[in-house]
């Protein structure tokens, strides 16, 4: 089987299974008011606490072409809020891909998928500081972008939780051996003084191909395995 149709299978049986929660379904231009308005090709895809102050607030994909989108933020308080992504290299430029609790502050943060290479998303995630959407980078790659995968030869995923009080993100690789099993690494990340930070390392053996599947793709609370996929 070659490597796009292992993720296609993983992604179909997950969504099959329940576990996918998916996208929210477009809504109107009429129920979207004055976030869409008259836009054309924009719809509510979230509503939830971004700015960190309790309330839901609402928030908007925009495919402006089939090279650029755009994330909008309507929040309780008032403010309108945007965000402009290149999504050239992900098939359609429909790449919502939701809105989840990841760092350790208030609010939530939004994920976008930016790039999609034969088995090998990668996704941009924006959080809300000082009145703007900014990216938050991820502390593993150094384009700052956040990577999953799943193939023959590799699984990536990561792992939210909450040790002692604070948020963790844990990196889990796998990669198959010349024996047939998998070895591999993960690497925990923990939110502190507004920051990630490399906290715990160890290798990791897997002695079933299953095993290392399980670990491949986002595994924190409100996402999609394979999101936007």
Known sequence: MTASRTLVALVSAVTLSGLGTGA???ASARATGGLCGDTPHCRIVSRADVDGDGRPDRVAWVNKSRHTAVIRVATAD???LRRRLDV??????????????VDGRRGVE????????????AYTMLTHRGGRLVVER???SSDGRWYVDSAYSIALGWWRSIRGGRATMTSKYAGRTIHG?????DVTYTWRHDRWKKTHAAMRHYARDRQAYRIAGWHVRGLDRFPAL
């Open 110 to 121: 939004l994920l976008a998928g930016v790039t999609l290479g034969a088995h090998t998303p």
């Open 88 to 101: 050239h290299l992900w098939p359609r430029g429909h790449a919502w891909a939701g809105a989840a609790h």
């Open 24 to 26: 929210a379904p477009p």
């Open 181 to 185: 099993n998998f070895r591999g690494k």
């Open 138 to 140: 991820s502390p593993a």
């Open 78 to 80: 008032g403010e309108q």
